[in-house]
């Protein structure tokens, strides 16, 4: 396959399976997958065991700002996937817990946690064949990528598939803590003043409520093939 070192930008609301479906496109195109949620989960994370975040849900403001420049947050290769670390520790399944979950979004909306983050996606994505996903890739972090994709689904259906997600990882929450968390979340991720969730104006939509991954593939080959020529 002769693939341009292209950049493929995958942007949309919480849990449309965008990481599911670019860990995909990224193991059939020979792609490093990077997730930058995982970088706002990292940073919460860090807050939350530092005592940067009150149980009222305050953040140190000050206090965060003080510490982040020196926060060893890290994205390792294992076999074909990506894992999240802090320094020397794995943290790809503390991030993923509705703890976390539940403060990542007013953490994001943070102006330097977000240049944080952001230098550092720049730095992991350097020479492309690169598949990001995220809520600015396409309009901010990469405003210049090749292929920009805007991925949406049904509330109830999103809603389903995070709270079957977090069952199988041994979690107990009730569905109905799942959708109200999920709401929240795009609330406050397309409400924030510094680079809230919009649809790129270039992007291709995909609205998998009703497909498969396997249909998603094949549209995203069909897209591949449409812009660049590229048979896969
Ligand atoms: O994709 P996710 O649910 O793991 O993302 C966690 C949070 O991080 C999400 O609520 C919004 C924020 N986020 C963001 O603001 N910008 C990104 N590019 C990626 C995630």
Known sequence: MNIPDIIIAVDGCSSTGKSTYAKLVASHLGFLYLDSGAMYRGVTLYAMENGLIGKDGKIDLPG????????????????????????????EKEIR???????????????????????????FAAGGRVIMDGRDIGTTVFPDAQLKIFMTADDQVRARRRFDELREKGQNPSFEEVLANLKERDYIDSHRETSPLTQPADAFVLDNTDMTLHEELVWTLGLLQGRFGILC
Do not use: Q
């Not at 982040?68 to 802090?86: C, K, N």
């Not at 509705?98 to 979004?105: H, L, N, P």
């Open 97 to 123: 817990t509705m703890a976390v979950s539940s403060y990542v979004s007013p953490v994001s909306a943070i102006p330097y946690v977000r240049n944080f983050v952001d230098d550092k996606l720049h730095a």
């Open 64 to 91: 965060l700002e003080k510490v982040i420049g020196s926060l060893d947050l890290h994205f390792r290769r294992e076999g074909g996937a990506t894992a999240l670390w802090m320094g020397e520790r794995c943290i």
